[in-house]
């Protein structure tokens, strides 16, 4: 696999944590810092379960924004838990790491 071909695939794969990320902040599950963008964790408990209705119902409206998951219902929630997985729960804003939030 040369260089382009790597590059591709690792965008792809970019483009879908952000999809992942997406689907997280719209659930409700974490947030985005007002500052950076950087979506933080606000889920105490840990239930992906709101992500994962809201991306089935996606999937079954064939929603635009998890067409590059072409259907594939597992990825998706894959993609969703390691996702959840990757976020943190401070970013660089605050003075303390508390990431700032607009309507806080």
Wanted: hydrophobic share 40%.
């Amino acid at each position: 696999m040369n260089m382009s071909a790597v590059k591709r695939a690792l965008e792809f794969e970019m483009e879908k944590d952000q999809v992942a990320e997406d689907i997280l902040v719209q659930a409700g599950l974490a947030r985005r810092c007002d500052s950076c963008g950087l979506a933080i964790d606000i889920d105490i408990v840990g239930d992906l379960t709101p992500a994962y209705k809201l991306a089935n119902w996606m999937v079954t409206n064939a929603d635009d924004s998890v067409s590059i998951f072409e259907s594939n219902r597992k990825a998706l929630t894959d993609a969703i838990q390691s996702t959840y997985k990757q976020i943190g729960e401070i970013c660089a804003c605050g003075p303390d790491g508390t990431p700032f939030f607009a309507d806080d």
